[in-house]
């Protein structure tokens, strides 16, 4: 499942540090919206806290093409050994 555009901000957001006070002062919209959206990106990665969702962020920016073929095969590089 993928991220809509206003996940993606939020969860960077997230991975840069912010509170979600902050990233609702940012963005223009209620602590309450960031808290529905951060629930709603949880589900999609199937992660349960913030941390585990900026991680699995870091983890998809990580990735790395292995066939030269963007439409193809990924291999995830892990930040964590």
Known sequence: MELTEREREILQ????????????????????????HLASIYTKLGVDSRASAVVSLSNAACSIMIDGDKNKHFQTAPLFA
């Open 13 to 36: 957001g997230a991975a840069r540090g912010e509170r979600s006070k902050e990233i609702a002062a940012r963005l223009g919209i209620s602590i309450r919206t960031v808290g529905a």
